[in-house]
C-alpha cells in the first residue's frame, strides 16, 4: 500500500540502478506514479508520503489544497502512469517517466539523468500539448522529492536541519542551518484532518542567480546519517522551497513561476515546454555531499580546445583601476601581469565613457578617445596586451542600455523590457528584450565589431 491522496493498491514497481544510485518507483490501481525511496550507496530513504513526480499549475487549475507552494497542485494529483524507457548515450544514463493528464490532454515526460561515474541525479520535465486548445503554464516544478523521514509523524521537524546561503556582492558565502522547527510548528493535523501549507520559499528574480541566496540548499539528518544537497541549473529566475507535506517534508525546485515572477508560457497544440534543470544528490554527510557536487560539475563540465588547459586571468576591475581605465593606467600594469605569468588581462568597465561617469553611458561599446588618445586609441592597449604575450579581453553588460547612451535612443522602444507603457529601467539603466529583431542586431554587431576591429 502508498498513500498519496488516499490509499491505493500497489499494481506495478519497477527500479532504475545507475552505479551506485537506485531509484524505486511504484504505480497504484489508480495510475498513480510516484517514487518509493532513493538509494545512493549505503544511505537511503524511503518514503511515507510519496508526492506526485511532477507538480504543474495551468491557468484555471490551482492547487486541489489552496496554498501559494510548489506542490499539492490539482494537475499533479491528476497525472496518469504510461510508461518508461532507460537510455544510455555517451556514459549519460537517461530514466523517463512518461505521464498524462487526461482533463487537459497534456502529455508530461519526468527525466532523471545521471553521468556515469558519478552519484548526482539531474532532473527536468517536458510537457506536450497533445490537444486542440492553447494551454498556459503557470509554474512547473523541475524536482520534487519527499525528504523521507524517520518518524512519519508531527514530530519530523526535529529531524532535519536546513543549511542555506546568504549571499550579497559584497558579502557572498554567509552559509546559516536552521533546524525545520524554527519554520514549522507542530499543528496535530491528526486530531483535524487538515492538511498543513507551511513552506518555507527561497526566490531569486532576473539573471543574477545569486544576487540573493543561493540556488543550492542542503537538508541534513544527523541521527539517520543523511543528508539531501539539491541546486537549480539556471542563471535565471528560479524558486527552491522545503515545507510541511503533513508526516514529513519535502524539498521542490522550478525556475520562474506565475506568483513570483509574473511568469507564464502558451503551449499551442503540440507545443512542448522543458522546464530548467535541477540536481540532487543524498548522501551521508555534508562534506560527502559537496564532493558529489564537484564530481557531478566536473563531468558536465565543456571540454574543448578553449578548456583544457585552464588560463590565469587578470581584470583590472577595483583593486586596481576601478573602472577608470586609461592608456597610461593600462600599460605599466599590463607589464606587470605578464611578468607573474598571466595570460589574459581584461579591460572592465569604463573603457567606453568620455563623460567621467560611465555607469549610465553604457551601450553603445565605442572606445573612449579621451582615455586611449593616442592615435591608435585601445588598439594601443590592445596590442600592448598581446605583445606581452597574452590575450586582450573587453568587460562587456550586454543586456543593458544606459539612460544617457545614444542607443537609448536609437533603438525602438520594443527593443526594451516595457511595463505599464514603460521601459524597464534600474539604476539608470534599460533592459535589452533579445526577443527583438534590433535589439539582437545591435549586439551582433558590438561583437564583429570588438572581434574585428580591436583584436
Known sequence: MIYIYGRYVVVQDFSWKTGAVTLYFEVDAADHVVMKSVRSGEVSRDFARPLPLAEIMFAGTGHWIACDRLIHTTVGKELRFVSYEETVVDKLHRLNVNMKDEESCACVQMTYEIVEGTSVIR?????????????VLESVTSLVLPMGSVHS????????????????WLGEGRWQERKLDDFFPMLQQEMTGHDPRGEHAVVSTGAWSTGSMAPLAFLENKDAGAVWAFQVEHNGAWRWEVGNNTVDGYFAVSGPTNINHAWTKKLDPNECFTTVPASFVLASTQ????????????????VDSTTTQPRIIFNDYMNTINGDPTTEKLLPLISGAAEVGCEIFVVDCGWYDDSGD?????GEWLPSK?????????V????????????PGLWLEPEVIGVKSPVAQKLPDSAFFQRNGHRVVEQERYILDLRDGSARKHLDDVIDRLVNDYG
Open 153 to 168: 509523524n508531527a514530530s519530523w521537524t526535529h529531524e532535519w536541519v536546513l543549511t542555506e546561503g546568504h549571499f550579497d
Open 370 to 378: 579621451t582615455r586611449f588618445p593616442g592615435s591608435k586609441g585601445i
Open 123 to 135: 532532473s527536468y520535465v517536458s510537457i506536450t500539448n497533445e490537444g486542440v486548445s492553447p494551454l
Open 380 to 391: 594601443e592597449v590592445m596590442d600592448a596586451i598581446k605583445d606581452a604575450g597574452m590575450i
Open 287 to 302: 562534506q560527502e555531499a559537496i564532493a558529489n557536487l564537484t564530481q557531478y560539475r566536473r563531468a558536465c563540465r565543456r
Open 358 to 362: 560611465w555607469w549610465p553611458s553604457v
